[in-house]
């Protein structure tokens, strides 16, 4: 293997790690909590809710402090080091909690150990992803580092997401998530530990809270990105965390069978993820991402007449195609942004976007918490003690018509932004100026 190729391998397998402990936080923490522990699915709502609140003020913080630091080890090393272990044994109590414990009680539980483990995440990521356009710096090296650390990604979900409720029917969701959040805290360490950065020089200028969180503020792609893929990680986290339902209470099937629904979107991702990399390649970026988005959605049109499992298989695969397309291109996207915002300012603050870009991807939560409560209103579903009347409608509602409207929202917004024009500017700028000197 090539230096450039086990550089590569370092950085992207660091994905397969810090995704198995927060796909099982994500995913299974409402079925968890509602079907096998008898919380309501507004608690959970609630706890979605305030989550999303909390991660807002977290983030740029995480991002902000990484950005300053300097030491020996670099600027992300300690704290992805700090931030791991910490993760791993709040997914591990989040999932085993005390028997015998009241109602009441449970909620703050789950509540405490939920945020916890996520803002601990939060610090993971915004830390391993503010590495990414450091160490890779040109268009060809990322689409190809993206492609294979979205590929490790694909596998931790199928481990994570798809295996889980067969191995968690076996041994249990407690020792499921004690495997889970080993595995994964110990193939962080191992990116932390082996990926090199960029040094960092003690006399480079800091960047400053205010102005970092002003230069945010006015910046019209980072907003319209963010919301675009705001939009669409809560079309994808509703539906993965449905999926238990649908297969429960639309498809009238065990609840193990979930995992050859979730399996074939992950293992039809991970296949298809090289061949929008190429994609990428040849036609950039933008037009890209957008055609990802628009199959996504219409994928999940098609979700909403299966009323087979044989039907429901053959969406699942449709669902895994889009899905590839856009994980394959929006970190390029993200990249950009930061190359922009370091050209502007003549600053290194990779740290404080990855980790704001990483809390417009989590405003995903309140649609979610959202879309929970919702079926309660609407539906009448409250626990699967009191699945009310119509569980058939709301687990269609919660995988198929909320998914629709956000990624049509999300699809909306990928149009409002595009840097090969401005690139072109750029570059015709020049030959213009030139040609009304010489005329």
């Known amino acids: 293997m090539s230096a450039s190729r086990f550089k590569s391998f370092n950085y992207a397998v660091g994905m397969f790690g810090t995704s198995i402990p927060i796909n099982m936080l994500k995913t299974y923490a409402t079925y968890f909590y509602v079907d096998k522990m008898g919380l309501t699915t507004t608690n959970v709502a609630t706890i979605l809710f305030i989550y999303t609140f909390i991660d807002a003020a977290d983030n740029p913080i995480y991002g902000f402090f990484s950005d300053r630091t300097r030491t020996r080890w670099g600027r992300r090393r300690p704290w992805l080091v700090i931030s791991t272990p910490l993760m791993v044994l709040g997914l591990i109590f989040f999932y085993n909690p005390p028997a015998n414990i009241s109602l009441m009680s449970l909620f703050y539980y789950a509540a405490f ?3 916890f483990t996520g803002t601990l995440d939060s610090m993971v990521n915004a830390n391993y992803g ?7 710096t040109t268009d060809a090296s990322r689409a190809a580092t993206n492609a294979l650390r979205q590929a490790f990604q694909l596998v931790a979900m199928i481990i994570s997401i798809a295996l889980t409720p067969m191995v968690a029917s076996a041994i249990g969701y407690g020792t499921t998530s004690i495997i889970y959040g080993l595995l ?7 990116m932390a530990l082996t990926s090199r950065e960029v040094p960092v020089r003690q006399e480079e200028e800091k960047p400053a809270l205010w102005h970092s969180i002003k230069s945010l503020l006015i910046n019209r792609k980072f907003w319209i990105a963010g919301l675009a893929n705001a939009f669409y990680s809560a079309a994808m986290a509703l539906v993965m965390a449905a999926v238990p339902f649908f297969v429960k209470y639309a498809l009238e099937l065990p609840e193990g069978q979930a995992t050859f629904l979730l399996a074939p979107v992950l293992i039809v991702a ?3 993820v090289f061949i929008w990399a190429a994609l990428v390649r040849k036609f950039s970026v933008i037009p890209v991402w957008r055609a990802a988005l628009g199959m996504l959605g219409a994928a999940f049109v098609a979700l909403y007449f299966a009323r087979s499992f044989a039907a429901a298989l053959l969406c699942s695969i449709l669902v895994g195609f889009g899905f ?3 994980i394959a291109t929006m970190d390029l996207i993200g990249a950009k942004i930061m190359d922009e915002d370091k050209e ?3 600053l290194r603050r990779e740290g404080i976007i990855a980790s704001a870009l990483g809390f417009m991807n989590r405003l995903n939560g309140l649609f979610v918490s959202l879309a929970f409560l919702l079926v309660s209103v609407l539906y009448g579903f409250e626990s699967g003690e009191m699945p009310g009347s119509q569980p058939d409608s709301a687990a269609r509602f919660l995988i198929t018509l909320f998914p629709m409207a956000l990624m049509a929202l999300s699809l909306a917004f990928s149009f409002f932004i595009d840097f090969r024009k401005e690139q072109a500017d750029r570059q015709a700028s020049p030959a213009a100026a030139a040609g009304g000197g010489n005329s």
């Open 184 to 190: 994964g805290g110990a193939v962080i360490l191992y």
């Open 270 to 272: 991970v296949g298809c």
């Open 130 to 136: 503010a590495l990414f356009p450091e160490l890779f």
């Open 344 to 346: 502007k300012y003549q």
């Open 113 to 115: 150990f939920f945020i």
């Open 324 to 326: 590839s397309g856009v």
